[in-house]
């Protein structure tokens, strides 16, 4: 059982930055994948990036974006620290939502209900 907890979320002015953080416990971190998703009142939950999980030392971490954070948003992950990051900048006022990490074993999902495991989600809030 992997548990996931976020961390970083706050009030930013547009066009500001902020950094995301997921703390995961309870599994072999480096074999998951890891996927941030977002929430806005009233609209379902959507996909921003993800990072593919690896157990090969060697292996390159592949990420994959939502064409609406594309070059704004970056994905990374600290295996030693069993932790994943989002790094967001130039924010919107469209990006504000609850923003949720998730993990799976399978890389590559973008659909939020392929992914077994959630974290309890962390609000960012962009003022104009």
């Known amino acids: 059982q992997v548990q996931l907890v976020e961390s970083g979320g706050g009030l930013v002015q547009s066009g500001g930055s902020l950094r995301l953080s997921c703390a995961a416990s309870?599994?072999?971190?480096?074999?998951?994948?890891m996927g941030w998703f977002r929430q806005a009142p009233g609209k379902e939950r959507e996909f921003v990036a993800s990072i593919i999980g690896s157990t090969a030392s060697w292996s390159t971490a592949i990420t994959d974006y939502a064409d609406s954070v594309k070059g704004r948003f970056t994905i990374s992950r600290d295996n030693a620290k069993n932790t994943v990051y989002l790094q967001m900048n130039s924010l919107k006022p469209e990006d504000t939502a609850v923003y949720y990490c998730?993990?799976?074993?399978?890389?590559?999902?973008?659909?939020?209900?392929?992914?077994?495991?959630w974290g309890q989600g962390t609000q960012v809030t962009v003022s104009s």
């Open positions: 998730a993990a799976d074993r399978r890389s590559g999902l973008r659909v939020a209900n392929e992914y077994d495991y």
């Open positions: 309870g599994g072999t971190f480096r074999g998951y994948a």
